[in-house]
């Protein structure tokens, strides 16, 4: 079934560490998404791409970086800059940049600051 | 810059309500609107989409209507289940830069 993978599920991270959010996507999907999700906030979007190599930045971009060098997959790195990490953090991706078929999400990561 | 809102922010019914879920938007300029459900620590499940040309879509015991000149949009629940609690979220694609917007959500609670 397509769909999109994100690894791992449960994530924990030290002061001042950097660490790889996975996302993975088997749909053919052009765009891809990272959302960030905290209690009563709702969803803010964090960085994007709409092909290859290319990538924007969203609402809250800073302390996290992204790379898009294959269509299937768009890693979301939390670096040390970011000064509280802690949240849930979806990837997202559309066919046709949502303007039609609309966005289909994966299943989370839940980062955790130890 | 877009802003969404949901309304109420939680709903506790008894089970076989009919219930209403609200959602208002304030820039008109979107390509569609999306219903999403989220279990408690788990991803999104898309329920509906609407296109913006559009004024309402079904899916079984579900359904949504948009009217994009007021800004605003309802999801109408038949019947409500147990298995129908989780949070409910809207949000809309925004025409130009086409990201999503979403609303914080509609927490739903459904006693049988």
């Known amino acids: 079934d397509g769909g999109i993978t994100q690894s791992p599920k449960y994530l924990f991270r030290k002061e001042g560490q950097n660490v790889t959010l996975s996302c993975e996507q088997n749909l053919n999907h052009d765009a891809m998404y990272w959302y960030r999700q905290d209690p009563g906030q709702g969803l803010r979007l964090i960085y994007y791409s709409q092909i290859v190599n290319d990538f924007q930045k969203g609402d809250i971009a800073e302390g996290y970086s992204v790379s898009r060098e294959k269509k299937e997959s768009f890693p979301l790195t939390v670096t040390s800059a970011q000064k509280n990490p802690t949240a849930f953090y979806l990837c997202a991706s559309s066919m046709d940049r949502g303007q039609f078929y609309g966005y289909t999400f994966g299943s989370g990561t839940r980062l955790t600051v130890v | 810059k877009q802003e969404v809102t949901q309304i109420p922010a939680a709903l506790s019914v008894p089970e076989g309500e009919n219930l209403v879920l609200n959602c208002s938007f304030t820039?008109?300029?979107?390509?569609?609107l999306q219903w999403f459900r989220q279990d408690p620590g788990k991803g999104l499940t898309s329920l509906l989409l609407?296109?913006?040309?559009?004024r309402e879509q079904t899916s079984g015991r579900l359904n949504a209507s948009l009217d994009k000149s007021s800004g605003r949009s309802t999801l109408y629940i038949a019947a409500s289940q147990p298995g129908d609690s989780a949070t409910y979220l809207c949000?809309?694609?925004?025409?130009?830069?086409?990201?999503?917007?979403f609303g914080k959500g509609t927490m739903l609670l459904v006693s049988p």
């Open positions: 949000a809309v694609t925004n025409s130009g830069y086409s990201t999503l917007t």
């Open positions: 609407i296109q913006s040309s559009q």
């Open positions: 820039d008109s300029a979107i390509y569609n």
